[in-house]
Structures are given as structure tokens and as C-alpha cells.
């Protein structure tokens, strides 16, 4: 009998070696011995096993079938330390919406390219990146969406369309080659339009339920604000009943137009407790001693490249340099440098610090993210 490593599956050289699952978002840690295996059965050929252990788990996890497969691999070259695996990719800066917590200055309308975008994705593969986010302003605007469309299913990586929900169809749903939907939904229906606008709560929800139906995974993005506290416990039921895959709760970042909208502010102390909610597997594990965005980074729609797109003003360089440059320019934050009690607190490896340009806002960029430590007393 032959095996063959699942089409949806693909081998990564990052710190150790893995097999990631794309469709299930599972990441498996794997010796040299299993990886040397599962690299024979990623060949066109398969690979014969004696293990039945090993086969059985494989199988039942869907890493390997017995169906023989034409699938275009990624290289393998080893990652850098520490790597990237998680992209945001804002494809443009259009959008539909003029949200009252936003951040981005919606009158520059700056895009990628389609070559661009493919150059990106290009480098994020052969970095043996994960998980890239597509998002913008609102990336179905992209005036080259169909074209970036049918690139995507070459990458072996997950594609996820962070999106308001408002353009999503029955039609476009059906084309969309992307593993996942994140839709925006900040509160029940007075909650979410006093933020976004009227009427953009029921196409919103209408989207995430057209989406799970088409068997695509939903998750969802929720901001906590004064108007929506009182919508939380009905809001999980809600999503539980769709079929929410992921549900994050956060805090928005006082910058932005939210700086204007006061009404919309939130003081940590009576946001921390509803950090509580939301459920899902989030991202997978990394090095411990390390804060907030050990593996992430951010290219703009304008092509600057940041640590992530708070700090969109401070680039750290551009696309035109490449991935691989500009991420060695990040240096990553331990934790033993925090000025935030860590030493004390015994929940500093789950909190990772916080978000370190909440932090920024309130203190400086090694203080408290005083959301975080709302949450965690």
C-alpha cells in the first residue's frame, strides 16, 4: 500500500520541523525521523509505511490518504528565527464602511498591485509561513480581486478574508478560493450599526450565516465598547448556533477616528471582564519568555511593512526590499524586559504581555497593556 501526504496538508522547516494542516488549522510538531517520512510520501510517488501506529494516526488525522494526489509543493528552506507565520496582508484601503473606531486615513485608497500581492505570497511560502490574513479597508473592494482570487489556491498556506460582510453573496461565496471568513460583528444589531453604520449588523450576519452554509469556516471579530456590554451572552449563543468556528474578543486601540468618538471609549477597567468571552483555538503555540507578535508581521496596502498595522506610521520597509528584510528588522520583546510586574504574575505566559501598542497609548512600549491586567485581576 501506498501513502500520500493529504493535499491539504504541507511541510514546514520553521523552528522545528512540522506538518501543517491548512483546512483544519492544526500545526503537528514532528521529529526528524517522521519528517523525513512524511517529506518521501509528499513526492508524487507516495511512500510505502510499516508502522501501524504511525499510519493509523496520520490517516485518522488526515495528514496522509491513500489516494494518489497532484499537488505543486513548497520548497523547504529552513525559516528564520524566530519565524513568521502569520501575515496580515492589507490588500487595499478601500472600503464600504466608515467605522467610527477606525484607524486607517481612508482617503489615501491605496492598493497593492496584483504583482505585488504576488510577490508577497510568493515570499511568505518560501518563508514556510502559516497563516496569511487578507484584509484592508475592505479587500473585496480590490479593484483586482479576481485576479488575486485565482492565485491564491497555489500557496500552501491558509487564506483567511477578514472582511465587513456586506459584500458577501451566495455567488461570490461559491468562487472565493480561501479557507476561512472573519467577519466583523461588534455587538447585537442597535450595538453593531451605532458603530458601523445602519443596517450593517443583518448583512453582517446574514453573511456569516450564508458562509457556514457553504461549508466555508467563520470566525468572528468582536471590539468591545460601551454600547454592545450587554450583548455578550446572547451574542455567543448566536454565533454557537451558526457555527462559529473562532470567536476573539479584543479592545480597540484609542487612535484613529475613535480619538474624536469618545462615546465609543472604554476604560480598561470595565472592558477587562468581558476579555472573558470568546472561544477557539486562536494561534498556535510559540517560544515562551516572548511577547505580543513573536511571529507576526504586516505589509500596508501603500507597500510599507510593519510589525503589525498599528504601527502602519512607523515602517520598518517595504515590499520592494522583500519579506525576509524586513522582518529581520523586528526585534522580538521578552518578557523579562516588561515593565509590568511580570516577574509576579502568574499569568504573564497566557497574556504575553498584551498588545504592546495598547500599552504605548497608556504607558510606553515596555509598560502595562493596563486592558490585559484588567482582565487577568
Request: one cysteine or more.
Amino acid at each position: 500500500m501506498r501513502y500520500f501526504l493529504s493535499a491539504d496538508c504541507a511541510l514546514k522547516q520553521i523552528e522545528k520541523p512540522h506538518v501543517y494542516h491548512i483546512k483544519k488549522d492544526e500545526l503537528y510538531e514532528l521529529d526528524n525521523e517522521s519528517f523525513q517520512i512524511l517529506k518521501k510520501c509528499a513526492d508524487k510517488n507516495g511512500c510505502t509505511l510499516s508502522d501501524k501506529d504511525f499510519i493509523d494516526y496520520c490517516l485518522e488525522e488526515e495528514i496522509l490518504t491513500k489516494d494518489m494526489i497532484s499537488v505543486n509543493r513548497p520548497t523547504l528552506i529552513k525559516s528564520p528565527v524566530p519565524s513568521l507565520r502569520y501575515l496580515e496582508l492589507q490588500i487595499t484601503e478601500r472600503c464600504n464602511l466608515r467605522c467610527r473606531h477606525c484607524f486607517i486615513n481612508e482617503n489615501k485608497a491605496k492598493e497593492l498591485s496584483a504583482i505585488e500581492v504576488k510577490k508577497i505570497l510568493d515570499e511568505f511560502e518560501e518563508m514556510q509561513g502559516l497563516r496569511v490574513m487578507l484584509t484592508g479597508g475592505e479587500p473585496l473592494l480590490h479593484s483586482r480581486l479576481v485576479e488575486i482570487n485565482e492565485m491564491l489556491p497555489a500557496y500552501s498556506v491558509r487564506k483567511v478574508l477578514f472582511t465587513n460582510g456586506l459584500l458577501l453573496t451566495k455567488k461570490n461565496l461559491k468562487t472565493l478560493n480561501v479557507d476561512e471568513i472573519q467577519i466583523s460583528i461588534d455587538g447585537l444589531e442597535d450595538a453593531h450599526d451605532s458603530l458601523r453604520g445602519k443596517g450593517a449588523f443583518k448583512k453582517a450576519i446574514n453573511a456569516a450565516r450564508l458562509s457556514a452554509e457553504n461549508d466555508l469556516e467563520v470566525s468572528v471579530s468582536t471590539m468591545v465598547h460601551p454600547k454592545n456590554l450587554k450583548d455578550f451572552d446572547e451574542m455567543e449563543q448566536m454565533f454557537r448556533d451558526i457555527g462559529i468556528k473562532d470567536w476573539t474578543v479584543d479592545v480597540p486601540c484609542i487612535s484613529g477616528r475613535l480619538k474624536e468618538n469618545k462615546e465609543f471609549q472604554i476604560s480598561p477597567e470595565m472592558a477587562g471582564e468581558y476579555l472573558r468571552y470568546g472561544y477557539g483555538k486562536g494561534l498556535h503555540l510559540g517560544k515562551s519568555g516572548f511577547g505580543c507578535g513573536l511571529h507576526l508581521m504586516s505589509v500596508m496596502a501603500d507597500g510599507n511593512v510593519a510589525k503589525c498595522s498599528f504601527y502602519a506610521d512607523r515602517a520598518i520597509g517595504t515590499d520592494k526590499e522583500g519579506l525576509r528584510k524586513c522582518w529581520k528588522r523586528i526585534k522580538p520583546i521578552k518578557l523579562a524586559e516588561l515593565k509590568c510586574d511580570c516577574e509576579y504574575c502568574e499569568y504573564i505566559e497566557q497574556c504575553r504581555g498584551g498588545c504592546r501598542y495598547r500599552a504605548e497609548l497608556s504607558e510606553n512600549h515596555l509598560g502595562k497593556d493596563l486592558y490585559r491586567c484588567a482582565f487577568y485581576a
